[in-house]
């Protein structure tokens, strides 16, 4: 079965990310075409990137690098849950990507976004940037949620209705790419 990582992409302290990513692994367990686990960042405790080699190399010096490609390795698919920070992804995101590399390659990743003013769609765009350079592979379909309209007083998280069939359209097509790219994971 396709397994696929709804990876939690910030570890900030009173962070709402977990209530979106929990809304994707509800909505994604209701498809039978996936395995789907919440994979939360929080969980690795990654210090700032601090591997000797390259992770293209992939001989990881560190346990909690180890432990963190492993997890990668096993996942077929990503769902990114991000917020936007200052136009941009969390470094807590960015630095987990760096880790590793090949664990990365020939996956599909798909993006869900939320922030204030423009609804995370900043920091999917520079995510799909990142994703590119490690060979992942970026579905059309992305969810944009608004911190002023999807959450109550930016705490607690309400989804507008309108949201539940871009996020299934979204699965669809990170299942389909995953299925798709599964004979270049094999080669």
């Keep these: 079965m396709t397994r696929i990582g709804i990876i939690l992409g910030t570890t900030r302290p009173g962070r709402v990310g977990p209530q979106v990513a929990q809304w994707v692994e509800k909505a994604a367990r209701t498809r039978g075409d996936a395995d789907f686990e919440l994979v939360d960042l929080a969980d690795f405790d990654l210090p700032l990137f601090d591997e000797p080699r390259s992770p293209r190399m992939g001989a990881y ?26 136009w941009s992804i969390p470094a807590a995101l960015k630095n987990a990507i760096d880790f590793v590399y090949n664990e990365w390659n020939n996956k599909a990743a798909a993006f869900v976004g939320y922030g204030a ?13 990142i994703a ?9 379909t992305q969810v944009n949620l608004s911190l002023l309209t999807d959450f109550e007083q930016y705490e607690t998280f309400t989804p507008a209705e309108r949201h539940d069939a871009a996020l299934q359209r979204m699965l669809s097509e990170l299942i389909t790419r995953t299925h798709t790219l599964a004979p270049l994971r094999r080669a």
């Design 61 to 86: 010096e560190h346990a909690h690098t180890r432990a963190w490609s492993a997890k990668i390795a096993e996942l077929d698919g990503f769902v990114f849950v991000t917020p936007e920070y200052n």
């Design 132 to 140: 590119a350079a490690v060979q992942l592979s970026p579905v059309y």
């Design 117 to 129: 003013s423009a609804n995370g769609v900043r920091a999917v765009e520079h995510l799909r940037a």
